[in-house]
Nanobody, 115 residues
Framework: QVQLVESGGDLVQPGGSLRLSCAAS????????MGWYRQAPGKEREWVAT???????AYADSVKGRFSISRDNAKNTVYLQMNSLQPEDTAVYYC?????????WGQGTQVTVSS
């Protein structure tokens, strides 16, 4: 059974930084693509970043240059480093992967950017 557990969400002031973690079990972050999505209140869930097994990555235009996705294979964990946070980054952030055609999501972690 694949499980994804996010952590690291918090209340932070504009311009601040956070690092989110996604601990995976039942699959290897080194062999699957791993993604981060977010959902703000009243909005649809949107893609944020992806890291594929070969090491390539991609970012949504709204976070490019501010967010960075990485992984620690030894810990089987994927990270999302978020810098220069803005109020519009406020959302629940979800970790995502697909294994043998089935989609998996974590429970989400709340990020609130406010002064």
């Amino acid at each position: 059974q694949v499980q994804l557990v996010e952590s690291g969400g918090d209340l932070v002031q504009p311009g601040g930084s956070l690092r989110l973690s996604c601990a995976a079990s039942g699959t290897l972050v080194s062999t699957n693509f791993m993604g981060w999505y977010r959902q703000a209140p009243g909005k649809e869930r949107e893609w944020v970043a992806t890291l594929v097994s070969g090491g390539a990555f991609a970012y949504a235009d709204s976070v490019k240059g501010r967010f960075s996705i990485s992984r620690d294979n030894a810990k089987n964990t994927v990270y999302l480093q978020m810098n220069s946070l803005q109020p519009e980054d406020t959302a629940v952030y979800y970790c995502h992967t697909e294994v043998r055609g089935r989609k998996y999501w974590g429970q989400g972690t709340q990020v609130t950017v406010s002064s």
